[in-house]
């Protein structure tokens, strides 16, 4: 608590301004898909005049197990997450724990959609700016191939003491951005300024009559019991179904 991030880097002569006051955070999830994936990590730090003084670092136990894949990944467990609190409660407290602040995020429209879709699910109002800095890298950084926040990380030597969880991948986050602004703000500003961050959940759409004919043409031809109900299966899930035996049987 109380560290100076302003230190990663030096100030050039007549200061470069970048935001002393915010809030990065990051999430770990089950998948990539804000509509049918879940949180199940957040992480946060609040820095407030280049320091930072409030920590947020919460398990959130999915409706359905963590897949090996993302424990590969993450090192998140489903013991792990066995006795977090009620998802309802640490909503609440990450909601407050934001308040009015400036978010800042590395592909930070990944993380919002996941929390506006969680918000409103317990109530909440989600309506924040924010900077996003791989969209700052993408534009400053055309000579690194990745602009993962790893590969970021590794080139302006951040140490990172656990990638993908979490917590400390927000505090890299929030080193990078003073990286970036030590050196791009001056050239390039406007990609410094938060902007409006805006996420409105697309409405499925239904599956098509077509698609269900279909499937029930593969349910008899393969002798498979579809065990959706096909009147409640979107157009995507569809159309992933039928991907799915084609190729299994096919």
């Not at 066995?82 to 993380?111: Q, Y």
């Not at 400053?140 to 969880?165: F, M, P, T, W």
């Not at 979107?234 to 039928?242: C, E, K, N, Q, V």
Request: hydrophobic share 35%; glycine share 6%; charged share 30%.
């Amino acid at each position: 608590m109380g560290e100076k991030l302003l230190r990663f880097v030096k100030r050039q002569k007549g200061g470069f301004r970048l935001l002393k006051t915010y809030v990065a955070f990051d999430l770990e999830t089950t998948g990539l898909s804000e509509t049918k994936d879940h949180i199940i990590e957040i992480g946060a730090l609040k820095v407030i005049d280049g320091k930072v003084q409030e920590c947020f670092s919460q398990f959130v136990k999915p409706p359905e197990p963590i897949s090996p894949l993302i424990t590969n990944l993450t090192g998140i467990t489903n013991e792990m997450v066995a006795n977090a609190r009620p998802t309802e409660e640490i909503i609440a407290a990450f909601m407050k724990f934001c308040g009015e602040n400036v978010l800042i995020g590395h592909n930070i429209m990944f993380d919002y959609k996941f929390m506006k879709i969680y918000a409103k699910e317990y109530g909440h109002r989600f309506e924040h700016s924010g900077i996003d800095t791989l969209k700052i890298a993408r534009k400053v950084h055309k000579d690194l191939e990745s602009k993962s926040l790893g590969a970021l990380c590794e080139h302006y030597q951040i140490e990172n003491q656990a990638a993908h969880r979490a917590y400390h991948d927000a505090l890299a986050t929030a080193k990078l951005y003073h990286c970036l602004g030590h050196y791009f703000q001056e050239k390039e500003p406007k990609l410094f300024e938060p902007q409006p961050l805006f996420y409105r959940p697309k409405k499925e759409q239904r599956i098509t009559w077509k698609q269900k004919e279909y499937l029930q043409k593969l349910s008899g031809w393969y002798g498979i019991e579809l065990s959706e109900d096909l009147e409640m299966m979107s157009r995507g899930d569809a159309s992933r179904l039928i991907d799915t035996i084609l190729k299994q049987y096919s």
